[in-house]
């Protein structure tokens, strides 16, 4: 069985430019999750989807970060415009239905943005 | 709001030797989990070992005990007989329960490097 995949995994931007990043979560898992490691912190919760709704999106820093899951399948997180503070370790990662509670996590996307 | 704090920023130890690495947390419910997640270099996050906060009984995975102690909300992680493949950042983190909360969302610590020497 695959496990979680991200794509990329490492991007550089430059600031003010838009950056996507992907998800694919195990097939069948309903929740899939964004967090995000700022250098030298702790990892920090983003959003949580079931399926395709946003169940909770309490940790999106601002308006500048966009994330979407088409039907339910694979997410997408888009950061427009990039600033500089948004470099770090992006990670994704997926569970079953409800009441999960092991989250398998995918290997990250480190932003670089200069 | 629930806060997780490991102390210890970088660890070693010798191999075939214990190690115990520290984890505190701070948050008014009852019903939770608690886990260990263990990053190797440049590899995914994987969990090492988890406590459901009902229960008494201290969690072991093989060489992976753990230190419940609820009432001083700590959490330690034990790691005995260590091997090199041990080496790697290891991350505490809180999780409400799920049926307790609409959401499953982690709460990490810092994390703690942990240096596996031969």
């Known amino acids: 069985e695959a496990g979680v995949t991200q794509f990329p995994s490492h991007s550089v931007i430059e600031k003010g430019q838009t950056v996507t990043l992907r998800c694919d979560p195990i097939?069948?898992?309903?929740?899939l999750y964004w967090y995000r490691r700022v250098m030298g912190k702790e990892i920090k919760f983003l959003l949580h989807?079931?399926?395709?709704?946003?169940?909770?999106e309490s940790g999106m820093p601002n308006n500048r970060f966009l994330a979407e899951r088409t039907g339910g399948t694979y997410s997408t997180l888009k950061v427009q415009p990039a600033e500089l503070e948004d470099s770090g370790v992006y990670f994704c990662?997926?569970?079953?239905?409800?009441?999960?509670?092991?989250?398998?996590f995918g290997p990250g996307t480190r932003l670089t943005v200069t | 709001a629930q806060t997780v704090t490991q102390s210890q920023p970088e660890m070693s130890v010798q191999e075939a030797e214990t190690v115990t690495l520290s984890c505190t947390y701070d948050?008014?419910?009852?019903?939770?989990?608690l886990f260990w997640y263990k990053q190797p270099p440049s590899r995914q996050m994987i969990l090492v070992i988890r406590?459901?906060?009902?229960?008494?009984q201290n969690a072991t995975e093989n060489r992976f005990s753990v230190n419940f102690q609820k009432a001083a909300k700590s959490f330690s992680l034990k790691i005995s007989d260590s091997q090199l493949g041990d080496t790697a950042m290891y991350f505490c983190?809180?999780?409400?329960?799920?049926?307790?909360?609409?959401?499953?969302?982690?709460?990490f610590g810092q994390g703690t490097t942990l240096q596996v020497k031969p």
């Open positions: 990662a997926s569970s079953q239905g409800t009441g999960s509670y092991e989250q398998y």
């Open positions: 097939s069948g898992h309903d929740n």
């Open positions: 989807f079931v399926k395709e709704s946003k169940q909770d």
């Open positions: 948050t008014s419910e009852n019903n939770y989990y």
């Open positions: 406590q459901e906060a009902y229960k008494q």
């Open positions: 983190a809180f999780m409400t329960h799920p049926f307790s909360s609409n959401t499953g969302k982690l709460i």
